[in-house]
């Protein structure tokens, strides 16, 4: 009986592309306008519902 071992051989890891990067630049730049937007006219009771449920969502304490 004979052992083999298997190679995957080098990987290669390929660099983004500038459409690519552009892209995921965008799309960051809008979802953070858009948190930034959207908790800036939003009612502080709102926000704070929203933070508080959030935080018993996760089973943090916060009374």
Not at 16 to 39: C, D, H, K, M, Q
Not at 46 to 63: E, G, I, Q
């Amino acid at each position: 009986m004979t052992a083999r071992t298997i190679s995957a051989g080098p990987s290669k890891i390929l660099a983004p592309s500038r459409a690519e990067i552009l892209r995921a630049a965008l799309v960051t730049f809008t979802l953070g306008a858009g948190l930034v937007f959207l908790a800036g006219f939003a009612y502080p009771n709102a926000v704070h519902n929203a933070a508080h449920d959030t935080r018993h969502s996760l089973s943090f304490p916060c009374h």
